[in-house]
């Protein structure tokens, strides 16, 4: 069974750094569109970034725009989000998940466009 594995989070202080990774198991990132999302209590899941499969394409929700970056590893088979300027409206549960298309050249943070993901991981951004 595909397994997406979340990595990475933890408790930063405002205008901290962290980095998340995303791996996999048993399966290949490399031929398909990876997203980031994240739900703070009380809200719905959003898109926060995602990254095409040639990584050619990324894309950024307004919010992050400047401060968080999507990478992929091909030889480690790893997505990361490396998150700098957070902010306290950052705090969430971040997850990572798989695009339904593969080789997809282009890439969008809609949910409805995903259909493998991860447990998530906790990011807390408090002083």
């Known amino acids: 069974q595909v397994q997406l594995v979340e990595s990475g989070g933890g408790l930063v202080q405002p205008g901290g750094s962290l980095r998340l990774s995303c791996a996999a198991s048993?399966?290949?990132?490399?031929?398909?569109?990876i997203g980031w999302f994240r739900q703070a209590p009380g809200t719905e899941r959003e898109g926060v970034a995602c990254?095409?499969?040639?990584?050619?394409?990324?894309y950024y929700v307004d919010s992050v725009k400047g401060r968080f970056t999507i990478s992929r590893d091909y030889g480690r088979n790893t997505v990361y989000l490396q998150m700098n300027s957070l902010k306290r409206e950052d705090t969430a549960v971040y997850y990572c998940?798989?695009?339904?298309?593969?080789?997809?050249?282009?890439?969008?943070?809609?949910?409805?466009?995903?259909?493998?993901w991860g447990q998530g991981t906790q990011v807390t951004v408090s002083s």
């Open positions: 990254i095409s499969s040639t990584s050619d394409n990324t």
């Open positions: 048993e399966f290949t990132l490399d031929l398909y569109a």
């Open positions: 998940a798989t695009d339904r298309v593969a080789g997809a050249p282009f890439c969008a943070v809609v949910e409805d466009a995903y259909d493998r």
